[in-house]
């Protein structure tokens, strides 16, 4: 918040999450909105991905026709360290890496997302 506020400008890329409550990142959003010399933004890197990138640029080009429903999957072996990192030091899958899905999904569809569903298997 201080380096958005400064009188001096400074560009801000910040690692994700913004924040973890949606009282904290309307902060940031309002005190980014005063300030139109200011640039704030998340770094979200699957889209720069080369391949993502592609589709991207496809949907975008209408050759893949109207985007009704996006469906993202990944399988991830359990066992990775980083894995287990995630869910010990911060909020899990969850934060970690539903934000880049909920990107992508914003990108191809050109719009927000109105529904969800999640199938999670318990073992």
Known sequence: MD???HPTPHHVLVEKPLYTTATDC???IDAAAKRPD???QVGLEYRYMPSTAK???LVKDGVLGRVKMVSIREHRF???VKVNNWNRYTDGTLVEKFCHFFDLMRLFAG???VRVMC????T
């Open 119 to 122: 199938l999670v298997a318990l």
């Open 78 to 80: 359990p066992f990775l």
């Open 111 to 113: 719009a927000n997302t």
């Open 38 to 40: 200011v640039l704030v």
């Open 3 to 5: 380096i958005i506020s």
């Open 26 to 28: 309307k902060k940031v």
């Open 55 to 57: 589709l991207i640029d």
